[in-house]
Structure formats: C-alpha cells, structure tokens
T-cell receptor, first 118, second 116 residues
Framework: AQSVTQPDIHITVSEGASLELRCNYS??????LFWYVQSPGQGLQLLLK??????LVQGIKGFEAEFKRSQSSFNLRKPSVHWSDAAEYFC????????????????FGQGTILTVHP | KAGVTQTPRYLIKTRGQQVTLSCSPI?????VSWYQQTPGQGLQFLFE???????NKGNFPGRFSGRQFSNSRSEMNVSTLELGDSALYLC???????????????FGPGTRLTVL
C-alpha cells in the first residue's frame, strides 16, 4: 500500500531564512507527487506537483521541490521564508495509473506545521 | 472559474442524528473525492465519484455514504453520528481525462462538523 511520511511535525524558522520540508513516500511505481498548504480553517491549496520529466519542479509562492527516486523523497524548499508562509504543509501521493481501487485517492502525510518568527 | 464550493461551512449535530454535506465541483470537472480531516488521523480518503458512480471507497463504515448527480455535484451523508465523526470534511474535484492532469485535485474550503 502506498504511504507518505513527513518526519517533522513542527518546524520553526525565522523570517528570511531558508526552508526545507521533508517528505518520503512508499509506492510501487512512479507516483504522482503533490505538496499542498493549508491555512487554519481553510481547505488545501496546491503548491506544486510532479508527474514526470524534470525532477526539480517550481510551484507558486516561490516554492520548489525535488523528486529523488533513489531516496523516495520529494522535499519542499523555499530560499527565503515570509511570515505569510506560516501554515500546515501536506505532501501527498496519487496513483500514476489510476484504475480499480486507485481512482481519485490521494494519500497524505501527517503534515508539517510551519511557524515563522519575525 | 469559480472554485470548489461546499455547503454548509459549519454544522453542529448531536449523536445519533444524520447529516448531509454538499459539494459543487469546478465547472467541467467530473470527478469528486471526499476526505475526512481530524487531528488524530489526519487526512483520510472517504470515496470518489465519477459520472454518478462510486469508483473508489476508503476504509470507513457504511454509515458514510455519498452520491453524485448528473451535473457532477456531490453529497455525502453520515448517519447515526458519533462523537468521533467530528471533523473537517473536504471535497476535491478534478478533470477526468486521458492525460496526467486528471489526478490534480482542487479542494474546497471544507465543512466543519461538530458532533455533541
């Protein structure tokens, strides 16, 4: 069964510092990978996605992520964090070949809460 | 284009009651997925509908059900509510197509259900 692990439950950084949020996945084939952000009381907003091709993907709000097949990782990075980036971040994996019991299902990690100090 | 909308945004129910939540997908999106989000269990997949058919179901009891209408709008129902059903229920819609974009899900703001 596919699974996603976000090792860090809570990360605190200073405004202007760099950020890296870790994500490891377990999946039998090449997965579709996503990072979502959730502000308190809100739904999920897609930051970026990886389907195939270039392993370094750019997203919105200055975020990027790198897919590393050998490490089964898809870490999210941002060179300079802004106070407005404080939120909860979720890594998710979707089936690369939907069918049968795979339709419409994203498997999420437990999330990483980001706190930004001024 | 309008985003995914969910109604109501907040609900308070008592144990034993039933509840119906509604989701309107982005125009043109034909797949609707539902998720339950709780502090303890995180985000868990409930089910997915496409063309009025449930194609996939997560590991939830039969008290959780759903349906999809011909205009792709979807509802989910929870019968005989339990305290543990208190959660944020999120709906997501996606295109259904032959390329990879169909897997990109767009989420609504959620319905916050509190069971007393």
């Amino acid at each position: 069964a596919q699974s996603v692990t976000q090792p860090d439950i809570h990360i605190t950084v200073s405004e202007g510092a760099s950020l890296e949020l870790r994500c490891n996945y377990s999946y039998g084939a090449t997965p579709y990978l996503f990072w979502y952000v959730q502000s308190p009381g809100q739904g999920l907003q897609l930051l970026l996605k990886y389907f195939s091709g270039d392993t370094l993907v750019q997203g919105i709000k200055g975020f990027e992520a790198e897919f590393k097949r050998s490490q089964s990782s898809f870490n999210l990075r941002k060179p300079s964090v802004h106070w407005s980036d404080a939120a909860e971040y979720f890594c998710a994996v979707g089936p690369s070949n939907a069918g049968g019991t795979s339709y419409g299902k994203l498997t999420f990690g437990q999330g990483t809460i980001l706190t930004v100090h001024p | 284009k309008a985003g995914v909308t969910q109604t109501p945004r907040y609900l308070i129910k008592t144990r034993g009651q039933q509840v119906t939540l509604s989701c309107s997908p982005i125009s043109g999106h034909r797949s609707v997925s539902w998720y339950q989000q709780t502090p303890g269990q995180g985000l868990q997949f409930l089910f997915e509908y496409f063309s009025e058919t449930q194609r996939n179901k997560g590991n939830f009891p039969g008290r959780f059900s759903g349906r999809q209408f011909s205009n792709s709008r979807s509802e989910m129902n929870v019968s005989t509510l339990e305290l543990g059903d208190s959660a944020l229920y999120l709906c997501a819609s996606s295109l259904e197509g032959g390329d990879s974009s169909y897997n990109e899900q767009f989420f609504g703001p959620g319905t916050r259900l509190t069971v007393l």
